[in-house]
C-alpha cells in the first residue's frame, strides 16, 4: 500500500515491473486510453446521416459488382 501511494497508483491501476540489468523498476502504467486519447484525431467534420447512408449504398453496390464478376 505504502509503495502504491508512492507511485501515486490507485486500486486497481497496472504497475509496470521493469528489469534494468539487475535491478527491477517499479512504474505507474498509464491506461492505454489516457495514452492514446486524441491519437487520431479527424480533421474534417462528420458525415450528416445522408452522407453516411450514400457512402453506404455505394459500399454495397461496389460489393454486389465485385461478387457478379467472380
Known sequence: V???R???VVAHEKIAF???G???RLARKGSVVAHTAGMLKNTQ???TAEELREAAERA???DVV???EE
Open 45 to 47: 467534420p462528420p458525415l
Open 6 to 8: 508512492l507511485l501515486g
Open 2 to 4: 505504502e509503495i502504491r
Open 22 to 24: 539487475d535491478q527491477v
Open 60 to 62: 454495397i453496390a461496389e
Open 66 to 68: 465485385e461478387r457478379m
Open 18 to 20: 521493469i528489469l534494468e
